[in-house]
């Protein structure tokens, strides 16, 4: 072999470094950008009060793959259960494959069933807003692109409308993001539970490097800004 060819230890040094910051920064940006930076919200302003009895109510919300969103509502206390599915197309009974082309007009969403008397629908949305995803990104959230990962708060009546149109309206008047928030609120028509290999997706492939890298942030910034509301 000629030597004249040959990659000394120096370059070849070099380049493995250089190989190790692309991967790091990559893996820094998809840590803030899909994972989501957590956001500091004030209480909606305009709410539901807590019920005097326990109860039962549901929300359906899609903000991104619902696998992290799944996982933060998991971890809220007065949840009763959060389940992956589709919402917000004209297919009926819709697969994972037929969502994923973006040609349905489904969005990956999350049906949150929650006790009103512990946890209200504003402080939901709340959540939602601030550590579950990004409401400022358009037709998708952090690594996930195509109108399947769209911001959307499906409402069920017209309190849930009153109080998710007058919070993002709250939001935007206080300039919380530094971007308009491009949330729809369209009322619900259906949900689909997903298939069952993706429910509970986060909980039981926590070494997933998706999941390390885009969801597990998220449920941390929930411990982190929400102690109150937060549950292991």
Request: with cysteine; proline share 6%.
């Amino acid at each position: 072999m000629n030597r004249e060819f040959e990659i000394s230890p120096v370059v070849r040094r070099t380049a493995l470094l250089l190989a190790l910051f692309v991967i790091a920064a990559t893996v820094t940006w998809h840590w803030a950008n899909a994972a989501g930076l957590s956001v500091v919200l004030p209480d909606p302003a305009v709410d539901a009060a807590l019920a005097a009895k326990s109860g039962k109510q549901t929300a359906v919300v899609a903000g991104g793959c619902f696998w992290g969103v799944q996982a933060v509502f998991q971890h809220v206390k007065g949840v009763k259960q959060a389940t992956s599915g589709y919402s917000g197309g004209s297919i009926p009974s819709p697969e994972y494959e037929q969502v994923g082309t973006g040609m349905t007009g489904h969005a990956e969403s999350v049906q949150i069933t929650f006790d009103p008397s512990q946890v209200s629908y504003g402080q939901l949305l709340k959540v939602f807003f601030s550590v579950a995803h990004d409401p400022t990104q358009l037709n998708r959230q952090g690594p996930d692109t195509g109108s399947q990962y769209r911001s959307v708060i499906f409402y069920a009546n017209d309190e849930q409308k009153h109080i998710a149109e007058a919070y993002i309206s709250q939001l935007e008047q206080a300039k919380s993001f530094s971007g308009p928030i491009v949330t729809e609120v369209v009322p619900l028509k259906a949900f689909y539970a997903a298939e069952g290999y993706h429910q509970n997706y986060a909980a039981l492939h926590p070494d997933n490097p998706y999941i390390a890298i885009n969801d597990a942030p998220k449920v941390e910034h929930l411990r982190q800004q929400f102690p109150d509301l937060y549950r292991k």
